[in-house]
């Protein structure tokens, strides 16, 4: 009786300690920044579902960030993407302004911050990580159900602005459509962006920290992209190395 007692008593603060290591974890920028990857595509449109497959693979190497941002501009085709909304538009609109396009479409891909029209016949080892002098290292550090980033100060030079953004991603979304250009279709979708949430801009001469506000659900990734002070343009990126298990 009292060896089986102490078995309990072993597993169950072994069991304990799993649990608080799940609960904590943290991530470092690399000194060889990750390749900042954004799909701006939709369930209701007919073209994406390539691109889609596309930003799918990037799963393979672990310094690219891939983001894919569905719009809700082709929800009046008779299909509502259920993860499109319309501040992931807005960036879109945005990001067209900054680029000097005409117009936004399906899909887009930008890498590292610049216009990707070749994006089907580039690799996942073709794609080249940001090259940005003086870019804020960042340290992404989850307790519990907390997500905080702490971005270095720069004291190289007159300060720049900064601007940032965090995003909450999820793989293996499988949705069957039935309206619109996709009806019939089985899409998956990976690298989602559930949560898309701005950060105020900043002087690199000063250290901030922010907290991303929304919990992490199960499955789920949560990212720090710093920018340009447009918002748009990446100058470094983080992703939380664990993943919400529940």
């Not at 069991?15 to 060889?32: E, K, L, P």
């Not at 941002?69 to 990001?95: M, S």
């Not at 990707?116 to 159900?145: C, M, N």
């Not at 919990?215 to 720090?224: C, D, E, I, M």
């Amino acid at each position: 009786m009292v060896l089986h007692l102490k078995s309990i008593l072993i597993g169950l603060l072994c069991g304990i300690s799993g649990m608080a290591w799940a609960q904590s974890c943290s991530s470092s920028s690399a000194q060889r920044p990750m390749v900042v990857v954004e799909l701006y595509t939709s369930q209701g449109c007919s073209s994406c579902p390539p691109a889609d497959r596309w930003l799918s693979l990037l799963q393979a190497r672990d310094d690219v960030l891939a983001m894919a941002f569905h719009v809700n501009y082709w929800n009046h085709l008779g299909w509502k993407d259920p993860f499109a909304t319309a501040q992931t538009t807005e960036r879109q609109v945005r990001l067209k302004a900054v680029l000097g396009g005409d117009y936004v479409y399906t899909p887009q891909v930008t890498v590292n911050g610049a216009d990707e029209r070749g994006w089907s016949r580039r690799q996942a080892h073709d794609l080249q990580p940001l090259k940005v002098r003086g870019a804020p290292t960042v340290v992404l550090q989850r307790q519990g159900e907390t997500v905080t980033a702490q971005v270095s100060a720069s004291a190289a030079g007159a300060p720049l602005r900064w601007a940032g953004y965090w995003v909450v991603l999820q793989d293996a979304q499988n949705t069957r459509v039935v309206a619109g250009e996709n009806a019939g279709r089985q899409l998956r979708n990976d690298h989602v962006v559930v949560h898309y949430v701005p950060v105020p801009a900043w002087s690199s001469a000063q250290a901030p920290n922010f907290k991303l506000a929304a919990a992490l659900a199960p499955g789920q990734r949560a990212a720090f992209v710093v920018t340009q002070d447009n918002g748009i343009v990446p100058v470094q990126a983080v992703l939380l190395a664990c993943a919400n298990q529940g």
